[in-house]
């Protein structure tokens, strides 16, 4: 196993793509901590590993709390080795989506802060907590999960887009300042992936395009699948977790500063219409 005695955290961890990165760690052998505010979802998730694992109550878009949250793993488990920056996504319900999208100018000041509360600090914080803990073990990795829309033009999440491309710009920023000290920073950019994010951008698209109105959010982006992916088909949480589980290894020890996509050939598109 790859990351057999190796101690990984996992921001987001209770479900979803977070949950994915997490079996798929475990699977190679890693301890883990799952950080989530649903802690009682992080903590079933923990359980159902197979391996040494915990559920963890902390909000991560707060500097201290990433801190303390962190420093109680290192003393539970002895060290730290990985840190995966997952926890982020489009807040809000349809209503409020919509003030969030097209046109720009709709955008409030608060969702603005929200999107960039959600989808970067949480990064910044993350990486803060975990790299004093890295360097003490001698090196390590961070995998930052971003998303293809901070890689492309996508209109309809100009916020959110935003934030992700921040997260890839830190991640190599990163990558350059803490290479000297052998630890790697990479991001994963998923693409069409169905999300929390793309059940509100289905919802928009419903209330927006006439074709969809009868559809529900899930047909809406299996169709966009469909019509924008080249290889014809969603990513899953699985695909995310195989590939952190990678950049975690030793087998990724020459791979840092890299922004990753997981997306199906999306990004050899010109863009996304949004």
């Not at 829309?149 to 990163?174: D, F, Q, T």
């Amino acid at each position: 196993m790859k990351l057999a005695g190796k101690i990984a955290v996992v921001t987001g961890g209770a479900r979803g793509i977070g949950a994915a990165i997490a079996r798929c760690l475990a699977a190679e052998g890693a301890k883990l901590a799952l950080f989530d505010v649903d802690v009682s979802e992080a903590e079933k998730t923990a359980a159902s590993l197979g391996v040494e694992a915990t559920g963890v109550a902390v909000d991560v878009s707060t500097e201290a709390a990433a801190a303390e949250a962190t420093a109680k793993v290192v003393a539970r488990f002895g060290g730290l080795d990985v840190f995966v920056n997952n926890a982020g996504a489009a807040k809000g319900d349809p209503n409020d989506f919509l003030a969030l999208g097209n046109p720009f100018t709709n955008i409030t000041q608060e969702g603005w802060d929200a999107q960039l509360e959600n989808n970067l600090r949480t990064t910044f914080a993350g990486c803060k907590a975990a790299i004093p803990h890295l360097e003490k073990r001698g090196g390590g990795s961070i995998v930052n999960i971003a998303s293809i829309a901070g890689l492309l033009a996508v209109p309809a999440l100009p916020a959110y887009g935003a934030a992700k491309a921040g997260v890839i710009s830190l991640s190599r920023s990163l990558a350059l300042e803490l290479g000297p000290r052998n630890i790697r920073v990479n991001a994963i950019c998923p693409g069409f992936l169905w999300t929390r994010a793309w059940e509100m951008l289905a919802m928009l698209m419903k209330m927006r395009v006439p074709e969809y109105e009868s559809l529900e959010p899930r047909d809406i982006f299996l169709d966009q699948v469909k019509r924008g992916v080249p290889l014809a088909r969603e990513q899953t949480p699985e695909d995310i977790g195989k590939l952190t589980a990678f950049l975690a290894s030793d087998d990724a020890r020459n791979i840092t500063g890299q922004a990753i996509s997981v997306d199906g050939g999306i990004t050899l598109k010109v863009g996304i219409a949004g």
